[in-house]
């Protein structure tokens, strides 16, 4: 399973971005998704869930603007991210969990830096 995230950059404090996570090599439509994110010098943390039936999940810090959703035909989960802080600037992450399995995939990271 391969995970390709893409759609960092830097942004103003109050703007948006979105993030996207392109998977191949697993059955897509089965498996939870999940963004998580690393600022520097802290533990990587949940970000957003999205399970293969579409129920989501947040983390406090970001609810009410950050959206989590996925496109199965296109094997691809997003993270739409507005209102952004300067707290919001990491390494965000892309992670698959294949249940058949009890296996987890991590792409590689897209930083994500918001400007004061």
């Known amino acids: 399973v391969q995970l390709q995230a893409c759609g960092g950059g830097l942004v103003q404090a109050g703007g948006s971005l979105r993030l996207s996570c392109a998977s191949s090599?697993?059955?897509?439509?089965?498996?939870?998704m999940t963004w998580f994110r690393q600022a520097p010098r802290k533990q990587r943390e949940l970000v957003a869930r999205?399970?293969?039936?579409?129920?989501?999940m947040y983390v406090d810090s970001v609810k009410g603007r950050f959206t989590i959703s996925r496109d199965n035909a296109k094997n691809m989960v997003y993270l739409q991210m507005n209102s952004l802080k300067p707290e919001d600037t990491a390494v965000y992450y892309c992670?698959?969990?294949?249940?058949?399995?009890?296996?987890?995939?991590w792409g590689h990271g897209t930083l994500v830096t918001v400007s004061s």
């Open positions: 992670n698959e969990f294949d249940f058949r399995f009890e296996t987890e995939y």
């Open positions: 999205i399970s293969s039936g579409g129920r989501t």
């Open positions: 090599g697993s059955i897509f439509s089965l498996d939870d």
